[in-house]
């Protein structure tokens, strides 16, 4: 029992130092910050930081691992409330959206501070969004063999889709735009829609 303890504890505790180093991160940037600051954010003693994380990558690595899980975790639970294919793809954008309207400076770190962290963050960033843009020419893969679409390269497609909207995403943090995240999908969505043959004849994004 004392050991279940302990090892809850010990999470606890990796989630409040990884929930300051976003703070620290968005507020400084990752070059700026340090893991000083990051444990004064969380309350903790340096040595306490090392003790869960070897450094300063591994802390931002984490964050970067931790907030794919759950826009993967977003999406899958978005794209299983729907049955078509189409659906299911501008599902699985929603939820992105969704989670960083919701969160700025989850926000800032995704969409910027790891492109400028350096090459490792770069490729892992690469790579996320590459699971995504699979995410999405799957689904319009389906949507064409059910005969919703017309043959289409899905594979630009997914890639394009998912571009579009970490466009949208990565200026409305860099401007400090205040409007709604929700409002320019609305804008982007029949866009979307019309790039694969689909008539946007779904309700707008409320």
């Given at each position: 029992?004392?050991?279940?303890?302990?090892?809850?504890?010990?999470?606890?505790?990796?989630?409040r130092?990884?929930?300051?180093?976003?703070?620290?991160?968005?507020?400084?940037?990752?070059?700026?910050?340090?893991?000083d600051?990051?444990?004064?954010?969380?309350?903790?003693?340096?040595?306490?930081?090392?003790?869960?994380?070897?450094?300063?990558?591994?802390?931002?690595?984490?964050?970067?691992?931790?907030?794919?899980?759950?826009?993967?975790?977003?999406?899958?639970?978005?794209?299983?409330?729907?049955?078509?294919?189409?659906?299911?793809?501008?599902?699985?954008?929603?939820?992105?959206?969704?989670t960083?309207?919701?969160?700025?400076?989850?926000?800032?770190?995704?969409?910027?501070?790891?492109?400028?962290?350096?090459?490792?963050?770069?490729?892992r960033?690469?790579?996320?969004?590459?699971?995504?843009?699979?995410?999405?020419?799957?689904?319009?893969?389906?949507?064409?063999?059910?005969?919703?679409?017309?043959?289409?390269?899905?594979?630009?497609?997914?890639?394009?889709?998912?571009g579009?909207?970490?466009?949208?995403?990565?200026?409305?943090?860099?401007?400090?735009?205040q409007?709604?995240?929700?409002?320019?999908?609305?804008?982007?969505?029949?866009?979307?829609?019309?790039?694969?043959?689909?008539?946007?004849?779904?309700?707008?994004?409320?």
């Open positions: 029992m004392t050991e279940v303890l302990q090892q809850s504890r010990a999470r606890a505790r990796q989630r130092i990884l929930d300051a180093a976003l703070r620290v991160f968005s507020r400084k940037g990752y070059r700026d910050a340090s893991v600051e990051i444990a004064g954010e969380s309350a903790t003693s340096k040595g306490g930081v090392y003790f869960h994380f070897p450094g300063k990558e591994a802390i931002f690595l984490h964050l970067l691992n931790r907030t794919a899980s759950q826009l993967r975790t977003k999406a899958e639970e978005a794209m299983a409330a729907h049955d078509d294919p189409i659906a299911k793809a501008d599902a699985a954008l929603l939820a992105v959206l969704h960083f309207a919701k969160h700025r400076a989850l926000a800032r770190l995704f969409m910027v501070e790891a492109m400028g962290a350096g090459r490792e963050f770069q490729q960033m690469a790579e996320i969004h590459a699971e995504f843009a699979t995410i999405i020419r799957e689904h319009l893969d389906d949507a064409v063999a059910q005969g919703v679409i017309a043959p289409i390269d899905t594979e630009i497609a997914g890639r394009a889709w998912f579009a909207l970490n466009e949208v995403i990565t200026n409305w943090v860099i401007l400090g735009e409007e709604r995240l929700e409002d320019a999908y609305a804008a982007l969505r029949p866009l979307l829609m019309r790039s694969v043959g689909v008539a946007d004849s779904q309700e707008r994004v409320s």
